[in-house]
């Protein structure tokens, strides 16, 4: 493509943020096609596909060589900027919680979960529970192995995916695991690809995609979890939630909700709103769900509103899934994971942590994330490891 540098005209937007997206002058063979008198006032900018476009180059033509080299440099500029901005806001405050002078096992963690004052600490062959207000305290849960994810219940339980059989495992609250507790196995769980847990009817449960084709939410009554209800589902599940005393389904490029009371399934990108048109699943739309969240505000406000928060993109939808907002969030780079803490959304991406105000989307700051690998999102737990030691903390919120 080529493009005139004058202010007459938008062709498209660029996202000077975005790492992958250069400014420079023409490499040999760039432009093999133009006017020999045109090369001196033409330069180059690529970007990388982490946009809503893809991947590829343009070819600008400025007024003049003088007029190139003033494009360039100041668009060079607009990008030290942002990067000095990064490097400047104040880092996340890491609060340590353990570190492997005292628990060894964190330089091997793989997922971790706080519950009160205990910290529960998975790695691919221990389950341990470590009293953060007494780190000597120190239990390891037997027989458990091979654990890909931890999510507390309201009291008493914490459930734990583990195992080959990827089997959900509920144990008794952390503070009974210095006796032994072989927990309740949900053997009807086994194939497990991801679960999530909350309430719905003011009771806990747990909801659980199940290979081939199911998803499963059991209900917690004390020791007792048994099957509540079950929907036969097709696409692969990428992100599973309950919200609102609904099962929330992340799943090709959409999201969708099961009704609490018919159990209708309701896809929340309506294709009767025109303005959702370019990320209906049937498009080619190259955004990916990640996660949602259910809104919570004045009641007229936020009523089944959802934020349905994409690789680069978030958008406010209602339960009928039209939008409740003009506004959309974004985030310079796509995001792997997210979480919502007081009225900010967290985007987890490969190199920054980026909090952004729900209210206006306004980048409220945007932390590197040198030497922190995240552990739990949701929690905001992140091992922090270097060539001598690790620490395990929680992020708290940004200032």
């Not at 660029?14 to 023409?26: C, F, H, P, T, Y």
């Not at 953060?132 to 120190?138: A, D, F």
């Not at 097709?234 to 018919?262: Q, S, W, Y």
């Not at 992140?382 to 992020?395: G, W």
């Amino acid at each position: 493509k080529k493009a005139v540098a004058s202010d007459a005209e938008a062709l498209f937007t660029l996202d000077m943020r975005d790492k992958s997206v250069r400014v420079g002058a023409l490499m040999e063979g760039d432009a093999i096609h133009a006017n020999a008198r045109d090369i001196p006032r033409m330069f180059k900018i690529s970007y990388g596909g982490t946009l809503s476009m893809p991947s590829g180059e343009l070819l600008v033509l400025a007024e003049s060589p003088d007029d190139r080299t003033r494009w360039i440099d100041n668009l060079q500029k607009v990008q030290t900027l942002h990067d000095v901005r990064y490097r400047e806001n104040p880092n996340i405050n890491c609060l340590t919680l353990v570190d492997s002078d005292a628990v060894p096992e964190c330089k091997k963690v793989v997922c971790a979960e706080l519950i009160s004052n205990v910290l529960v600490i998975a790695t691919q062959s221990d389950l341990l529970a470590v009293d953060i207000r007494h780190v000597g305290h120190t239990a390891i849960v037997p027989d458990v192995k091979k654990v890909t994810a931890i999510r507390p219940l309201p009291d008493p339980y914490l459930a734990v995916l583990c195992g080959k059989t990827n089997m959900i495992h509920a144990f008794v609250a952390v503070s009974t695991f210095r006796g032994r507790d072989d927990g309740i196995r949900i053997s009807d769980s086994r194939g497990c690809t991801m679960f999530a847990v909350g309430q719905m009817l003011g009771r806990p449960v747990i909801a659980a995609a199940i290979k081939p084709r199911r998803i499963v939410v059991f209900q917690v009554v004390g020791r007792d979890i048994a099957a509540l209800r079950e929907y036969q589902w097709t696409a692969p599940v990428v992100f599973l939630n309950i919200a609102m005393d609904m099962v929330c389904v992340g799943h090709e490029k959409t999201f969708t909700i099961f009704d609490r009371d018919t159990q209708r399934a309701q896809t929340l990108v309506s294709t009767a709103d025109h303005s959702l048109r370019f990320m209906r699943p049937d498009s080619s739309s190259p955004y990916v769900p990640v996660a949602m969240f259910a809104i919570q505000g004045s009641a007229e406000k936020s009523i089944g509103e959802f934020l349905l928060c994409f690789g680069v993109l978030g958008i406010f939808v209602n339960n009928a899934g039209l939008r409740t907002r003009d506004l959309e969030l974004h985030w310079s780079a796509p995001a792997t994971a997210f979480s919502l803490n007081r009225g900010l959304v967290y985007a987890y991406t490969a190199t920054f942590i980026e909090a952004v105000d729900v209210d206006t989307g306004a980048l409220m700051l945007a932390v590197p994330l040198d030497g922190l690998l995240v552990l739990n999102p949701w929690s905001m737990l992140a091992v922090c490891a270097d060539a001598v030691k690790a620490r395990i903390v929680r992020l708290a919120s940004m200032t």
